[in-house]
């Protein structure tokens, strides 16, 4: 088969998603991990479970703690 071959392994993605989200990676390691979301459905779908969880989490804190 002839697919579109995601640029890094699912698995180093996966690895990379929370780091990813909260914008702490490096440009370089950005473009490559939205790059495999775009090709990957299924890491695509983790990475935006665990966006929504994240997001949960901060609206959440930013409730409680604010001054
Ligand atoms: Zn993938």
Redesign the pocket.
Known sequence: MLALR?AAP?DV??SRLSEYLDGELAPHDRAEVAL?LAA?A??ARLALELALVVAALRERSASQGAT
């Open positions: 995601p699912c993605i996966r495999h990957c299924p890491c």
